[in-house]
Nanobody, 122 residues
């Protein structure tokens, strides 16, 4: 199993970026994005559950980020709009088979990608 995250970079506040997480090896019930800024705890960003395509978002990014999943490609996308300096973090994708009530808990994800840096300048 491999997760390959890409799409990070440097952007000015108010700008946009799109992250991609390509999973290989098997299909997963849930693929999610988490982020971690220096000195802060890991934070849930978004996830999509395979069955039914239900989407979940963290409170701090609701209305600005959109998550989507291409099941045929086993790939997760994160469109990030109206970026703020506080969105600066390493964004990592994770895959697993959690129950619905646990999709935002990083502990339930067994597989993790390498992370991609997102930096938003003010």
């Amino acid at each position: 199993v491999q997760l390959q995250a890409s799409g990070g970079g440097l952007v000015q506040a108010g700008g946009s970026l799109k992250l991609t997480c390509a999973a290989s090896g098997r299909t997963f019930r849930s693929i999610a994005w988490f982020r971690q800024a220096p000195g802060k705890e890991r934070e849930f960003v978004a996830a999509v559950v395979k069955d039914g395509g239900r989407k979940f978002y963290g409170d701090s990014i609701k209305g600005r980020f959109t998550v989507s999943r291409d099941n045929a490609k086993n790939t997760l996308y994160l469109e990030m709009n109206t970026l703020k300096p506080e969105d600066t973090a390493v964004y990592s994708c994770a895959a697993g088979d959690p129950i619905i009530s646990a999709v935002s808990a990083f502990e339930v994800y067994r597989y993790w990608g390498q992370g991609t840096q997102v930096t938003v300048s003010s």
